[in-house]
């Protein structure tokens, strides 16, 4: 009898031991301490966005962070970063979360498959999520064979990573093939996101009562034990979100095109020309990133060619006229439809002010050497040079850092990199013979 009685408190004492452990556990797995890295998607996806979240991830695996939340406002972006981001959030050590947020900001396209890719993901009210299928650069619907391989590439990585997070990958693929959106409140019923949260402290608030995984085990915490530090994007994402801002490629490139243009029209002023080669390139690998029409660049491109041929060829101002034009209309046509372009007044001001810079520059360039040749024999005899092409029935020689044109007494021609000696002028015709 005193056996059983021993043995039956024996029992006793280990399930009150067994409930105060778990109850303990609970307790402070209830109040962990927790560390949130919060940042900011905003616009477009681009190779900017890949590099804030790799920042951001480094700094939050240098300062022990628990948490990456993306506050995630966008209306999709490029393919190629989407990956990138999707990889990143898949394979990264520390919980990436999605709230997309706050109310009117939405998830379309490449931002459904981020936040499908979430660990844990929610929508604030009067959000939207989907419109998911893939379209050309030019935002063109793509040939029928290739969109059907894209297509079918795309809807089985939004099913395996959705599947993965345990969310409704069905309607993941739908979101790809057909296009279709939800708002947020259809998103949570329909198991698209986990839950619909107000504001980053509501969702932190919600995700510290439902627990997340961190290194394996679930954590539940509460709110006031959460300390959220807001990440500050390094001098790397400031330069990209600057360079990929669609008016600041669009004046590059147009400010790479009149400083070569004044370097053509004044050799060896050199600086005019190495900006202008650098904002050309710049503006060219801009070009490249942002979704812009291939046609817009060659009608801006073409506008730089006729205003450099209108030193060279009397057009009077035919030339000059149909530069302008390209480059109105290509500026107009730059960006595909549904992207952040240039605004109408921005263009007319800015191509407006580009040829009446241009238009300056021909002018004293041919004032100059109107005036020169106006000086009589006396101010070219004597000068050197050398022949740089032979075009119809006279040559094009280089004196004085000048193009001119030029042609022989006999009527003969020297080849290209002869050295010539001026012998006459007659208007802006040069007389050249060989240099002895």
Sequence with gaps: MHGLKRRSGFIYCL????????????????????SVLLLEFQGGISPAQV?????????????????????????????????ELVKIIMNSKIPVCVWVGPEGARAASAGTFITAAAQIAAMAPGT?????????????????TMAKKVTGDMVSLIKGISRKRGRNYEWYAKSVQDGISVDAQDAVTLNIVDFMALSVDDFLEQLGARGVLIDGQRVKFSKSDVTVTEFEPGFRYAVLSWLLDPQVAYFLLLGGMLGLFF?????????????GAFCLVTGLYAMSVL????????????????????????????LSLGAVLSLFVGSL?????????????????????????????????TKAQISRSGMGMESMVGLEGEVIAVKG???????????WNAETN????????TAIEVVQAHGLTLIVVRKS
């Design 333 to 365: 046509v730059l960006f595909r439809e549904g992207t952040p372009g240039i605004p109408l007044e921005t263009i007319l001001g800015t191509v407006l002010t580009f040829a009446a810079f241009v238009g300056v520059i021909i002018y004293l360039v």
């Design 128 to 144: 939207s999520i989907g419109a998911a299928s893939s379209v050309s650069p030019s935002g063109d619907e793509l040939p029928e």
């Design 291 to 318: 979704p812009t029409n291939a046609a817009g660049l060659l009608l801006l491109l073409l506008g730089a060619v006729l205003f450099i041929l209108e030193v060279f060829i009397v057009s009077y101002g035919l």
């Design 51 to 83: 590099h804030l979240l790799e920042d951001g991830l480094e700094r939050a695996g240098d300062d022990d962070h628990d948490l990456v939340l993306l506050r995630l406002d966008t209306p999709g972006g490029l393919g190629t970063s989407m990956r």
């Design 15 to 34: 399930i009150i031991m067994t409930m105060l452990f778990f109850g303990v556990s609970a307790s402070a797995a209830f109040a962990k301490q927790m």
């Design 393 to 403: 029935e006279r040559m094009k020689v280089r004196v004085r850092g000048e193009i």
């Design 410 to 417: 006999d009527k003969t021609f020297f080849d290209p990199g």
């Design 263 to 275: 370097e053509l029209s004044h050799p060896g002023a050199i600086l005019p020309g190495v900006l």
